[in-house]
């Protein structure tokens, strides 16, 4: 592990672009970020430790860190490994492991040439379980063959005819020499190499013993060299309370005492607080019932929770309260849109869990089980995980009961509905598993609305699509959406979301919401498709119309249609809008 200063990365970057297991670069080099049981303690007082009680019981952890951040050099920050450690001289193509020229810490040089800093290999060799490892140049140029007897030196060379792949050749002493010409194919390494099953970001020799998983090379600084899998979960009452915050932040002595007032007035909480004994006694008793109800490893559940908190009226008691969420305009005032009922949320916290990452695909529902990568090495698991909270305020909107059940029992919509459906299994089946839910119509109904609604806003309310995020809640009790911006600087509560709410905006952006989604550039195709996006999941969505950026959407870009929205030419009537 490095022990000094190298760079610096934001901490919510942490959690989404440079986790664990993630390739960072600093500079002319390249780092690997090191699991999270090789991070450093906590420093005494620091507060570095966040609380949502149903995250911790679902993920099974007694907290969350909030990961390093500090210029001090007292203490150490985020712990990274070199990686790749095979390293190249710019000036004579010398291809080899970086300790070899002798510079076993700092950036390496080649001291042949007057200090030349050597450059990390480009390229790297993957698999979809999440192992990583040095490209096979040897077994690459000797096709598949290990290195003989006679083999030596390696050395990468660019023709500098141009950027393409054939261009750089890569030979050995024994006269053998290819060019990395198809090496990036998803069968190139077929005959090569197996997958060696390195895990170096949780030690330099772990690794998992005979990997079926076919490598892959990629590039070094590609996007599907790590993807992120995070979980959430939006602050609400209880929880969201000062109260609540304040005993959340000692739970672990406090959960286990048969006698918290004594437990209390022992560590003085109340001291300072503005809370009473009795007040912080009653928090905890509240804490143990509500944590004896919940079940375990259960989304829907957290989802559910939160849908009822959005549906009730939460004012503001107090500078701790981190959810606020108030009425807004009566949805009676535009009958055609068919809002029940619009609740301001002029304050919310949202904290992100990074549970696991995958390598060449993003982790979906069907696969999460079997390709997640460990954070940490399983004999020595920490009791947390790492995570951000942010701040942000949204608005919450759900439809008419009633108009949603008449329009799903068309036997066009649940025809149409059924094909993405038939998908969505049709992808599980493939990782051999079963579809963990139904694609209904009220799902793809609301998603779809919601990305139209957040293309809408970002060109009124100040802030771009990509700083907007949706939540949905799709079940036979629950038809709403969350569209809030939750950011970890002050950029979470600029007030923009909520100003949409005033009466004369939020109907009016709504109708033009759906009028830019009756049309796209790329129609007729867009609108007549059967299947597009990733596995056949989307029909009438594209990048010209339906799409957001995939900070932005809980489903990662699919299961949407425009059709079932608006409409398409051939059935105008299957939408559950009329656009006049």
Not at 86 to 99: A, I, M
Not at 293 to 307: F, I, N, Q, T
Not at 545 to 554: G, N, V
């Given at each position: 592990?490095?022990?000094?200063?190298?760079?610096?990365?934001?901490?919510?970057?942490?959690?989404?672009?440079?986790?664990?297991?993630?390739?960072?670069?600093?500079?002319?080099?390249?780092?690997?970020?090191?699991?999270?049981?090789h991070w450093p303690d906590p420093v005494e007082g620091e507060d570095a430790?966040?609380?949502?009680?149903?995250?911790?019981?679902?993920?099974?952890?007694?907290?969350?860190?909030?990961?390093?951040?500090?210029?001090?050099?007292?203490?150490?920050?985020?712990?990274?490994?070199?990686?790749?450690?095979?390293?190249?001289?710019?000036?004579?193509?010398?291809?080899?492991?970086?300790?070899?020229?002798?510079t076993p810490t700092g950036a390496p040089v080649?001291?042949?040439?007057?200090?030349?800093?050597?450059?990390?290999?480009?390229?790297?060799?993957?698999?979809?379980?999440?192992?990583?490892?040095?490209?096979?140049?040897?077994?690459?140029?000797?096709?598949?063959?290990?290195?003989?007897?006679?083999?030596?030196?390696?050395?990468?060379?660019?023709?500098?005819r141009s950027a393409a792949l054939r261009d750089i050749e890569v030979s050995c002493t024994c006269g053998k020499r290819v060019t990395m010409e198809g090496a990036l194919g998803g069968l190139a390494l077929k005959d090569v190499t197996d997958c060696t099953g390195r895990m170096p970001?949780?030690?330099?020799?772990?690794?998992?013993?005979?990997?079926?998983?076919?490598?892959?090379?990629?590039?070094?600084?590609?996007?599907?060299?790590?993807?992120?899998?995070?979980?959430?979960?939006i602050d609400i009452p209880p929880w969201s309370q000062g109260v609540q915050k304040l005993i959340a932040r000692h739970w672990k002595a406090l959960g286990r005492t048969r006698n918290p007032k004594d437990l209390i007035e022992d560590m003085g909480l109340a001291?300072?607080?503005?809370?009473?004994?009795?007040?912080?006694?009653?928090?905890?008793?509240?804490?143990?019932?509500?944590?004896?109800?919940?079940?375990?490893?259960?989304?829907?559940?957290?989802?559910?929770?939160?849908?009822?908190?959005l549906t009730r009226k939460t004012p503001e008691q107090g500078r701790a309260q981190t959810f606020v969420c108030v009425p807004g305009p009566d949805g009676s005032l535009a009958p055609e849109?068919?809002?029940?009922?619009?609740?301001?949320?002029?304050?919310?916290?949202?904290?992100?869990?990074?549970?696991?990452?995958?390598?060449?695909?993003?982790?979906?529902?069907?696969?999460?089980?079997?390709?997640?990568?460990?954070?940490?090495?399983?004999?020595?698991?920490?009791?947390?995980?790492?995570?951000?909270?942010?701040?942000?305020?949204?608005?919450?909107?759900?439809?008419?009961?009633?108009?949603?059940?008449?329009?799903e029992q068309r036997t066009a919509v649940q025809e149409q509905a059924g094909l993405i459906d038939a998908a969505y299994r049709t992808l599980f089946a493939s990782k051999g598993g079963e579809a963990d839910r139904?694609?209904?119509?009220?799902?793809?109904?609301?998603?779809?609305?919601?990305?139209?609604?957040?293309?809408?806003?970002?060109?009124?309310?100040?802030?771009?699509?990509?700083?907007?995020?949706?939540r949905l809640y799709a079940s036979d009790t629950m038809a709403g959406m969350l569209i809030y911006t939750a950011t970890s600087d002050s950029a979470g509560s600029l007030g923009g979301i909520v100003a949409q709410t005033e009466p004369d905006r939020l109907f009016s952006s709504i109708r033009r919401a759906l009028e830019h989604a009756a049309w796209c550039s790329a129609d007729p195709l867009c609108i007549e498709a059967t299947a597009s996006g990733v596995d056949s999941l989307n029909l009438a969505a594209c990048h010209a119309?339906?799409?957001?950026?995939?900070?932005?959407?809980?489903e990662y870009n699919t299961l949407l249609d425009r059709g079932l929205l608006i409409g398409t030419p051939e059935a105008p009537d299957l939408g559950f809008f009329t656009i006049v």
């Open positions: 592990m490095t022990g000094k200063a190298l760079g610096g990365v934001r901490r919510a970057q942490m959690i989404t672009t440079y986790g664990v297991g993630s390739l960072v670069a600093v500079g002319s080099q390249s780092f690997m970020v090191a699991g999270i049981d430790f966040i609380h949502e009680p149903r995250l911790e019981r679902d993920l099974h952890v007694s907290g969350f860190r909030l990961p390093p951040a500090s210029e001090s050099k007292l203490r150490g920050d985020v712990p990274v490994v070199r990686f790749p450690v095979w390293h190249s001289c710019p000036e004579s193509g010398v291809l080899t492991e970086f300790w070899r020229w002798g080649c001291k042949e040439h007057d200090d030349r800093e050597l450059v990390p290999s480009r390229f790297v060799m993957v698999c979809d379980k999440g192992h990583i490892d040095e490209f096979p140049y040897y077994r690459w140029v000797h096709a598949g063959s290990p290195p003989a007897g006679r083999c030596g030196q390696l050395r990468i060379e660019a023709s500098g970001w949780l030690g330099k020799d772990v690794r998992e013993e005979h990997c079926e998983a076919p490598p892959r090379a990629m590039q070094r600084g590609a996007s599907g060299v790590w993807f992120s899998d995070v979980a959430s979960a001291a300072g607080s503005g809370y009473s004994v009795d007040d912080l006694v009653r928090a905890v008793e509240k804490r143990r019932q509500t944590e004896a109800g919940l079940e375990e490893d259960s989304a829907l559940d957290r989802k559910v929770e939160e849908y009822e908190a849109l068919a809002v029940a009922q619009v609740m301001r949320v002029e304050r919310l916290r949202e904290v992100r869990v990074l549970q696991s990452f995958s390598r060449l695909a993003a982790l979906g529902p069907a696969d999460r089980a079997k390709r997640g990568a460990a954070l940490y090495n399983a004999d020595s698991r920490p009791h947390w995980l790492p995570a951000i909270e942010v701040i942000g305020e949204g608005v919450f909107l759900t439809l008419d009961q009633q108009r949603l059940v008449e329009w139904a694609i209904t119509p009220r799902l793809l109904l609301l998603h779809t609305l919601a990305h139209a609604i957040i293309n809408e806003w970002s060109l009124d309310c100040g802030y771009p699509a990509a700083a907007l995020r949706e119309c339906a799409l957001l950026p995939e900070t932005s959407c809980e």
